[in-house]
């Protein structure tokens, strides 16, 4: 639970310990849960979670369990948007280093959205309109964000949405994707080579914040991506995504 801060509501500390438990707790919890994980009176809980589901904040499943509801993902979609507007300097900062598009993309349920963006000066470039949803299993930032994830959940995801195959090099298996996931948390970065479109490379790191799950990437021709410039951008990107954490945990603060 987290602790009071001089001048803070307790009720709305409490209400957002509720919040966080469930959250923490992959989005679904037991009243008697709840109280373990808060540490909040049982009486308290009641009050507090029976006006988060008026709300829409809460929802009460039919085994009486409470789940995260759905007023909470618009905040979410704008949360993310605003601060997609708010890396701009930093992906600025990829473009004019390596000269091809830099991107800020999360997990929306079980696909990739882009939520920040700034393109190339290169006439020929790669264009993501922002709130576009792409498949995860082939795209870098898709990597990034599901080596994030337990293995089980991973599947579980994949089984959802399966793997078609976009173009030849696309992964269409669930255990070599896992197996390459496993090379991208060791490494601490991930690429697709004409994995959703031929001739396009995309580079992506993990932005490593508790609070937020985020991927930053650059994405560009192959003619251009070589590994000169793929050296020079696993670097770059994994700064870029320190920078972007450090954000993240400061406005949470």
């Not at 509720?18 to 994980?37: K, M």
């Not at 269409?172 to 970065?189: I, K």
Request: glycine letters at 8%; charged letters at 20%.
């Amino acid at each position: 639970m987290a602790e009071n801060k001089p001048g803070g509501v307790q009720s709305v500390t409490r209400a957002l310990d509720i919040l966080e438990a469930i959250d923490g707790a992959g989005g679904e919890l037991a009243l008697i849960d709840i109280a373990a994980a808060s540490g909040l009176p049982t009486p308290t809980i009641h009050r507090l979670v029976r006006t988060l589901v008026d709300r829409g904040y809460l929802r009460q499943l039919p085994d009486r369990r409470y789940a995260l509801g759905s007023r909470l993902i618009p905040l979410g979609s704008t949360a993310l948007t605003a601060f997609g507007s708010r890396s701009t300097p930093e992906l600025r900062r990829l473009v004019s280093e390596l000269g091809e598009t830099a991107n800020l993309a999360t997990l929306d349920g079980d696909q990739v959205v882009y939520v920040g963006q700034v393109p190339s000066p290169h006439a020929m470039r790669m264009f993501t309109d922002l709130g576009r949803h792409v498949p995860a299993h082939c795209r870098a930032t898709g990597k990034a964000l599901l080596s994030q994830l337990p293995d089980e959940q991973i599947r579980t995801i994949l089984r959802r949405t399966g793997m078609p195959a976009f173009t030849p090099r696309t992964i269409t298996s669930p255990d070599e994707l896992l197996t390459q996931l496993a090379t991208v948390r060791e490494r601490g970065w991930a690429v697709d080579e004409g994995e959703l479109e031929e001739g396009v490379v995309c580079l992506a790191v993990p932005v490593p914040s508790s609070i937020a799950s985020l991927a930053v990437s650059i994405s560009g021709p192959a003619v251009r991506v070589d590994e000169r410039v793929r050296a020079r951008a696993v670097p770059l990107l994994t700064k870029v995504a320190a920078d972007l954490a450090a954000q993240l945990d400061v406005a949470s603060a």
